[in-house]
DNA sequence: TATATGTGCAACCAATCAGTTTCACAAATT
DNA sequence: AATTTGTGAAACTGATTGGTTGCACATATA
């Protein structure tokens, strides 16, 4: 199944998950641990975010770690370099204008 | 009304409003005409857009002018940034082992 | 072999969401 | 003054979401 990535980092317990498996692989119940929810909801939210391509799963033996992709997580990173790309532009006009003044100053 | 950035970025529309005000100011009319639906419903993409400070609005006479809110954009970059922390960090790691490879090579 | 453990899946439910239609109202135009 | 134009708000609707409970099943462990 298609999902969007924005739509899977919408939810805050999924942003969690990602800060959470971002350094290490982990088993969902180590995930689930940590929130205050049914080891099955995690499941489901490690399911959107696999299905998304955000997570990758190892099986081993009967156990399951999920870790981060962060080549998916670039695919954010390049959505926002074109505001960035727009950010970075106005801050150097801001720059030019400041250095204009500066010079009429003096 | 507090509202999540995630979430207001999670739909589509709402990203593909984002883009078309995202170098100039432009009316709610205006937007619409850039979509398949009704202007009524643009009109409430605005307002939770409008809610997390994504978007500011104008007035000017009966036209209201929405532009993005760059400042607010950047709250994503910041979210974003630990992540490109880590990527890069493997990034040169993998750098490392090539150069040792090449060394090793001579 | 019997039991415990780690996991995913299906069915259900309340809440939220994105869209439509209808309305209200102020600013511009006639 | 009457009409048109630009807009937001409210009520409703079908679809989606995030959560729960109950189940199935394979892999460990006793």
């Known amino acids: 199944m298609r999902r ?9 317990t999924r942003r969690a998950i990602i800060a959470l498996i971002a350094l290490q692989a982990m088993t969902p119940n180590a995930i689930a641990e940590n ?31 999920y870790s981060l992709e962060l080549e ?4 954010i990173d390049k959505w926002l370099s074109q505001y960035r790309k727009i950010w970075e532009t106005r801050f150097n006009q801001l720059d030019n204008v400041l250095a204009t003044i500066k010079k009429q100053k003096k």
Not at 39 to 54: M, N, V
Not at 72 to 75: A, P
Request: proline share 2%.
């Open 4 to 12: 969007d990535i924005f739509q899977a980092i919408a939810d805050p």
């Open 72 to 75: 998916k997580m670039k695919e």
């Open 35 to 65: 929130f205050n929810t049914t080891r099955q909801a995690i499941s489901k939210h490690l399911r959107i975010l696999t299905e998304c391509e955000l997570v990758k799963q190892e099986q081993e033996g009967r156990e399951i770690y």
